[in-house]
């Protein structure tokens, strides 16, 4: 089997592959539509749309490992040929539109805050070039600068939920059951599709040095994103209250906006803008290049270093597509929504597939 | 078969549209040791093995055939059958004599492959200066001195002695080689071997070697060493008699440290491996020599410790030295460009330093150090981007205010490389970040000056770097005096006469100091260079460029491999460190050597490193 | 070498079209705003919106240092036309982004505020922590005449002064964030501090005593008995129901709503003495805890309790009485400052009780009581209030006396 990768990526590669596929999500609007739709019981929401993710992982490592191979030859032994190309597409699919969808969001983002007179184009074809460069660079160098960065930036975020202490008011988070349980447990099980970036860790199993190395990855990253998710959505209730928290477009940067400290460190959201675009760039380059290399694995290319340009020019063709933000953020929760499929249909039938064959051939060997 | 054609149709779309990546080898990776994986040893068959055996099975065919012919002829000859035959003798030898040519062809080539004749030194002392006279165009070329003598043995040899003048040390000729030679009776005993003799019972030199083709006694004569010829023997004695003029032991002048040793390398390879020698008493320590570069000739030493080193990586450093193909290499930066794995990255992937104690260190730690005659620089190879910001007597000080004085180099080296960009970006972009009593300070004082904040960067940028190469030209007395005038007044006339602004000033001086205090030359380069790309980002598209080019600095950092060994090694692979990454710990607690390095053996200190805090002393008790 | 030279003179062209502004801006082509001050126009239906520049100018010069602060006034329908005529009439861009304060007409504040509310929490050049002031009188009257006599730049000046109030909790410091959030939180109504610009002609009335024991009651802004300093005074808070402004508290009820909000700090009382009813005692008071309040529902009205504590410092005793002692001198005091804001709180809360304005936030504490936020917003805690009971109860203790432990009478 042609290996695609330089060298072995361990358990903190791993870990900063997966946050920031995962955590970016947190600087765009999905925590107003959360905290409008849940109340102050999201963080319920948010514990279930991690944890369900986390056991589909381990389904989906066990699947890799009962056939040697990389994830195409691991569906086709399963699901044969259709089904696994089905699968493969499905995947990429999902892979590329969370990319594109993420790269409008931070263009708009950046648009409303950064640089509010900036050419919308230009800014989208600058995210784009920036992750086409670094999947150019490959996986390796994309998970290495991303784990390098990754403690920075956190200690930044967590810096900012420190310095808005003052205006906490602990009795925003009452009533503590929010809009209702049914509705958060709702929320919390259609809500998956966030988490969707931790099965990178299965499809590029090739990469990692073992399997131990995936699960730890896994668990480090998935809990590590769950605590800065419940951090975050508490901060900001606690903050701003339910009903204001539900009308804000950019909860963090809000956040960041209303520090201030004395009269000299105020105003400060400028200098956070490096963090959320390296968040943006790590979930931008990370989908991108999964949708990439499942392309490559499945249609067995040489190497995934030439159209990597050209998943950055195809990306940034579709982000241009949806005519408004509102359409953009609709078009998001439908990802959302629509990657339950990749988390609970494609795992649920390959792993039972896995069980099936292994009962199969336990049998034939008891003969 | 309607499946194969479809098949087959899709491969063939997928051939002419698909890149197909070249065919280059694998790139080399320090990998783990393979122990007990000892592979066989195979005679290395050269890779264009076809064509020369072809060659060598038709000059053999040609001289059977030659041979054949000849006999025949003689037969014939004798027979007296000659004439009848004399068109097919005649086709015959016109083939012959074409093969002839071709093999003349083919032999000519290989001559001139290599660019010194090949014959070997003949019997006679007339021949064989006629022949040195040749090569070194003597008597145009008045280096080379000839001196004829004869040695006082019975019976007297006529001998010829030649050498470089200027190369080779005199006295030691005189008392070493001539004196002996000419002036002591030595008595021969017939039956043993003319040079043998010569060289263990006439010759009270340190080293004397037989040489048996004009190639080595080239070699030697170049390098300083004298040659003997002796009549009647097909073979030459060299003689070390180097002693050229050279600068002694000095103090480094680039890299000065308050603690630690002060010697310097210098330009000859011997006083630089006697100095890691001095310091380093191991068996262990391996110097390799390969000659380097077709014309130049110029010696290039390997030293590395046996026991520890990577074998692999020692292999391969042999590998790619021995594999260049140049004129001449006359600086040990050169040499570095040639072998690196990633040429066109300006950051520097050896590190190259004029102090033998920090080649000491990273021998111990299991590098391979580089040193080329004619070059005061030595490089270490693999190392990381941390072994760059380490300076020499980081170890002599204390812990805590050498990792103190760490932060400010890597504080220093982030603010060399950022601190424009982030200036441009906030003032032009994200103004609502400075405070207001600082922004309207700031506007009342650029108010004044005609020209965007890009301009005034540019200029005080291409100020400060003519300031700085100038004052590398200027002669010693002048130096620093010019480079405070034309610091100070420049920046204070620029200011007055509105150019630039006051804070433009302060932004480029910090900068331009913050870069000297990164302790490599060209890794502070690599920064000046960034910057300007960082600049240019802020310039476009504020914060938001200086963040996404610095991600992708980082990610280019990530990939980068310095011989095989990740260029961030301890902190982006994560592996055992050692103990001295970004900051150090206490020299008893850096137990292991750094993992990536992937050396064969791996403690350096036991477990506990000062036994005596484990003992009672000797001391009475404190009551 | 040619090639590459062509890619790379290709690419430097392109970038040098890359090269659009962008919105870039020289530090010396914006005008920055410190101030905004909103009226009602003449007009229906139009505001009237002033701004205060800063203008930068070099420390070396010697002009008039009242030309750094320049007041533009337009009248329009909205912020964001306003903006737009600031174009016109000013040569630099305008930018908001260091906008000190927004000061709002008491004429305006009482009409509502809710539709020139709206640009604030969209733009982006607003941001939550700025400061918001109530002015009597009109906007553009406090900002022309406000020409303080200290400080040379007027943010430095608003920062200061509005960051003063910890020292007497005389008036707080209320940003846009804390109203807006307060508005939609109902959970409690809206208080933003008042301010007025005082003709220096007049000296005010002193106001007489309200509560027994204690010396002098409140003021309100542009009523302190002072003549000299900065023109403008900042006293007391104005209350809002939702985004209409019903009605305004003095100093001292500024105290009470300070202490209920848990953030007094300092503070001079002057009470009568005890045992001497013709003289002073000055004690300096801080809150000792937060308030510990409890908000319950008995037959689905709110029965409210507040326990606060406050610790003092004695600062000055004419009387020569030797209360420092400890013991029942010292309970004695104690307990007329006590009685002192006892009255004060219960004045407090029916003043509030009477504007159907909660500022104190008695809201908050009744939402772990219910289950979810639709039951808690089917309660309507806004309404409830006026018929709520407040029961207080203040404890204070004096624990230092100053540097003197004792006087002694003078003959």
Redesign the interface.
């Known amino acids: 089997m042609k290996s695609y990768h ?8 791993g870990i900063a592959l997966v946050f920031g596929m995962i955590v970016s999500r947190l600087f765009l609007s999905g925590m107003s539509d959360g905290i409008r739709n849940n ?2 019981l999201y963080w319920l929401a948010m514990i279930l749309f991690t944890l369900i993710p986390l056991v589909v992982l381990f389904m989906m490592v066990y699947v890799n490992n009962s056939v040697s191979g990389d994830i195409v030859v691991v569906c086709k032994h399963l699901v044969g040929k259709a089904g696994a190309w089905l699968i493969v597409i499905a995947y990429s699919g999902m892979f590329f539109a969370n990319s594109v969808l993420v790269l409008r969001q931070y263009a708009e983002y ?1 648009l ?8 919308f184009q ?2 989208i074809v ?2 784009a070039v ?1 992750a086409g ?2 999947c150019y ?2 996986i ?3 998970c ?2 991303s ?3 990754l403690p920075f930036m956190l200690v930044g975020l967590f810096l900012i939920f420190a310095m808005v202490s003052p ?1 906490y ?1 602990v ?2 988070l ?7 349980i049914m509705t958060v447990v709702e929320s919390g099980v259609h809500g998956v599709g966030y988490n969707m970036g931790v099965l990178s860790l299965v499809f590029l199993s090739s990469a990692f040095q073992n399997t131990k190395t995936i699960k730890s990855a896994a668990i480090y990253a998935i809990s590590g994103s769950l605590v800065l998710r419940i951090v975050d959505m508490l901060v900001y209730t606690m903050v ?5 928290g539900g ?1 804000k477009t950019m909860p963090f940067y ?1 956040l960041a ?4 400290v004395n ?2 460190i ?6 956070f ?2 963090v959320w ?2 968040f943006g ?1 790590m979930a931008i380059a990370g989908s991108m290049y999964m949708g990439l290399y499942l392309i490559v694995v499945l ?1 067995k ?3 995934l270093r ?1 159209i990597a340009p050209l998943g950055a020019i195809i990306v940034a063709n579709l982000a241009m597509l949806p005519p408004d933000i509102g359409t953009t953020i609709r078009l998001d929760q439908l990802l959302v929504q629509v990657s339950q499929v990749g988390i609970y249909l494609f795992p649920g039938i390959l792993f039972v597939m896995a069980l099936v064959k292994k009962r199969r051939k336990k049998s034939c060997a008891d003969i | 078969m309607r499946k194969d054609g479809i098949q087959t149709i899709y491969t063939s779309i997928k051939n002419i549209l698909v890149y197909q990546p070249s065919k280059q080898p694998d790139p080399f990776v320090l990998d783990e040791n393979q122990q007990d994986t000892k592979k066989i040893n195979c005679d290395p068959i050269p890779l264009d093995s076809s064509e020369s055996l072809q060659q060598l099975e038709a000059m053999v065919q040609y001289a059977k055939r030659l041979v054949t012919f000849i006999e025949d002829y003689i037969e014939e000859l004798h027979n007296g059958q000659w004439f009848g035959k004399r068109r097919e003798w005649k086709v015959q030898y016109d083939a012959l004599k074409q093969q002839q040519t071709e093999i003349n062809a083919i032999l000519e080539k290989k001559n001139n492959d290599d660019n010194v004749s090949e014959p070997t030194i003949s019997t006679s002392l007339e021949e064989n200066q006629k022949k040195i006279e040749e090569i070194y165009q003597l008597p145009l070329n008045k280096d080379v001195v000839i001196r004829k003598f004869i040695i006082s043995t019975q019976p007297e040899v006529k001998a010829l002695l030649i050498f470089m003048d200027g190369l080779a040390d005199k006295k030691v000729m005189n008392m070493a080689v001539l004196q002996p030679l000419m002036l002591l009776q030595n008595q021969q005993e017939s039956d043993s071997d003319v040079v043998d003799f010569i060289i263990e019972q006439c010759l009270p030199s340190g080293q004397a070697s037989r040489v048996g083709s004009f190639k080595e006694v080239q070699q030697g004569i170049n390098t300083g060493d004298a040659v003997l010829f002796l009549d009647g023997i097909g073979e030459a004695v060299t003689i070390e008699t180097k002693g050229a003029e050279h600068r002694g032991v000095d103090r480094p002048a680039t890299e000065q440290s308050v603690r630690g040793s002060q010697n310097a390398f210098t330009e000859v390879l011997r006083v630089n491996t006697a100095l890691i020698r001095s310091m380093l008493h191991s068996s262990d320590l391996i110097t390799e020599m390969i000659p380097v570069g077709k014309r130049g000739h110029s010696n290039c030493a390997i030293m590395y410790l046996k026991t520890i080193a990577n074998e692999e990586l020692v292999a391969e450093v042999r590998r790619r030295i021995k594999g260049i193909n140049t004129d001449i290499i006359i600086d040990s930066g050169i040499l570095e460009h040639f072998i690196v794995d990633f040429p066109s990255n300006p950051f520097p992937q050896t590190l190259s330093t004029e102090r033998p104690d920090r080649v000491v260190v990273h021998l111990v730690e299991g590098r391979v150090a580089i040193l080329v005659d004619g070059s005061p620089f030595g490089h270490i190879a693999p190392i990381s981007l941390f072994t760059l910001m380490h300076s020499a007597d980081d170890f002599s000080m204390h812990f805590y205010y050498s990792n103190f004085l760490r932060m400010i180099r890597w504080v220093g080296g982030l603010i060399s490389m950022l601190l424009p960009a982030l200036y441009l970006a906030i003032s032009t972009f994200h103004q609502e970040a400075i405070p207001t009593e600082l922004l309207l300070s700031i506007t009342a004082a650029r108010g004044q000056v005609p020209f965007p904040t890009i301009f005034e960067i540019l200029l005080m940028e291409l100020a400060f770097e003519l300031i700085r190469e100038g004052g590398l030209r200027i002669p010693g007395i002048l130096g620093s005096t010019l480079g405070i005038v034309g610091a100070i007044i420049l920046g204070q006339a620029a200011v007055s006469a509105k150019i630039v602004s006051p804070i433009m000033v302060i932004v480029i001086a910090v900068t331009g100091l913050a870069s000297y205090s990164i302790p490599e030359y060209r890794l502070a380069s690599a920064f000046r260079i960034f910057r300007l790309v960082f600049v240019f980002m802020a310039l476009v598209m504020g914060l938001v460029g200086v963040a996404c080019s610095f991600f992708v600095l980082t990610g280019i950092l990530s990939s980068l491999k310095s011989f095989g060994m990740p260029y961030l090694a301890p902190i982006a692979p994560k592996t055992t460190s050692g103990g001295d990454v970004i900051l150090r710990k206490p020299v008893h607690m850096q137990q292991r050597r750094p993992d990536e390095l992937n050396t064969q053996d791996v403690i350096r200190q036991g477990d506990v490193s000062r036994p005596w805090t484990k003992q009672i002393p000797t001391g009475g008790d404190d009551s | 070498m040619c090639r590459y030279l062509m890619r790379l003179t290709v690419l430097f062209a392109m970038s040098i079209l890359l090269l659009g502004c962008n919105g870039a801006k020289e530090l010396d082509q914006r005008a920055n705003v410190v101030a905004m001050g909103l009226d009602t126009a003449e007009q229906e239906g139009m505001t009237r919106i002033s701004y205060q520049f800063a203008v930068p100018r070099m420390e070396t010069s010697k002009e008039d240092a009242s030309k750094d602060a320049v007041i533009v006034t337009n009248t329009a329908a909205t912020l964001a036309e306003g903006l737009n005529l600031l174009n016109s009439e000013v040569s630099l861009q305008p930018v908001l982004a260091h906008v000190k304060v927004i000061v709002v007409g008491e004429e305006l504040a009482r009409r509502g505020i809710a539709n020139v509310l709206g640009p604030f929490m969209r733009y982006r050049e607003y941001r939550g922590s700025m400061f918001v002031v109530v002015t009597r009188g009109t906007a553009k009257n406090f900002l022309e005449n406000n020409k303080p006599v200290f400080v040379t730049s007027m943010a430095k000046y608003y920062e200061e002064m509005i960051g003063s109030w910890q020292e007497t909790g005389y008036f707080l410091e209320t940003t846009l964030h804390e109203y807006y959030t307060r508005l939609k939180s109902n959970s409690g109504q809206p208080y933003i501090a008042l301010v007025a610009v005082n003709p220096e002609s007049s000296e005010g009335k002193i106001s007489t005593q309200k509560v027994p024991g204690e010396k002098i009651d409140g003021y309100r802004a542009g009523d302190l008995p002072r003549s000299g300093g900065d023109a403008a005074e900042f006293a007391g808070t104005a209350l809002f129901d939702g985004d209409k402004m019903v009605g305004s508290l003095s100093t001292t009820e500024t105290r009470m709503l300070s202490m209920l909000l848990g953030n007094y700090r300092n503070g001079y009382i002057v009470v009568e003495d005890p045992f001497n009813p013709n003289s002073t005692v000055n004690i300096n008071l801080h809150l000792g805890s937060r308030p510990k309040i409890n908000v319950a529902l008995v037959e689905d009205r709110p029965v409210i309790h507040v326990s606060i504590l406050l610790e003092g410092e004695i600062s000055s005793i004419p009387s020569a009485i030797n209360y420092e002692q400890g013991g029942s001198y010292l309970a004695t005091l104690e307990n007329q400052v006590s009685q002192i804001y006892q009255q004060q709180l219960m004045n407090f809360s029916k003043h509030t009780q009477q504007l159907n304005a909660d500022v104190a936030g008695f809201g908050y504490y009744l939402r772990p009581a219910f289950q979810s936020n639709k039951e808690f917003e089917d309660y309507k805690w806004n309404q409830k209030y006026s018929q709520a009971e407040v029961n207080v109860e203040v404890k204070t203790r004096i624990r230092r006396n100053g540097l003197m432990l004792r006087t002694v009478p003078t003959e």
Not at chain 1, 174 to 180: D, V
Not at chain 1, 266 to 271: D, K, N, V
Request: with cysteine.
């Open positions: 330089v060298g072995k990526l361990g358990v903190a590669e109340g102050q950046t409303s805050t950064a640089l509010p007179r900036a050419d230009l800014v600058w995210y920036t460069v670094i660079l490959g390796e160098a994309l290495r600068a784990c390098i960065l205006f008011i009795y925003n009452t009533p503590w059951q929010g809009n209702g701003f209250g339910v009903a204001v009308e809000e906006r209303l520090v201030y009269q000299y105020q105003r400060i959201e400028a200098l803008i490096v675009v390296m760039l249609l290319l040489p190497g030439p």
